[in-house]
């Protein structure tokens, strides 16, 4: 159903779809943008710059540049030195959300704290086991 909803860029009131999250005018901006960063990447001498060099030769924000990255307008595997900041530490990354560093941090964080847990259920067991006596009409755990 269709969504009533003010475009964050200019404010406007516009339908909200799941394709679009800006105005038909803002939208028309960004493609006219996407174009202008296209045609400056795809000539030759161009393939090999870096973002800021794409973000000088072009007047685009880089945060427009990097949106066309993450929905995949741009090809990273066209052009060897564009990447995108890892959601983590920001270190340039070309594929993903977070780059290998952070990947193999938060897998040993993930792999510390299930080690953690089974040792609190061992606790626990543990805890729960024991031998009971009576002595003096009571129950007493040893």
Partial sequence: MAELSNCPKCDAIFVKSQFRDICQDCWKEEEQAYETVYQYIRKRENRTATILQVVEATD??????????????????????????????????????ICVKCAG?????L?????????????????????????????KKF
């Fill in 60 to 97: 685009i924000e880089e945060e427009l540049i990097l949106k066309f990255i993450r929905n995949g307008k741009l090809k990273l595997a066209q052009f060897p030195n564009l990447s995108y900041p890892c959601e983590k530490c920001g270190r340039g990354i070309r594929e993903g959300k």
């Fill in 105 to 109: 941090e938060l897998k040993k964080d």
């Fill in 111 to 139: 792999q510390q704290f299930t080690a953690d847990e089974e040792r609190r259920k061992e606790s626990a067991k543990r805890e729960k086991q024991g031998t009971y006596f009576v002595v003096d009409g009571n129950y």
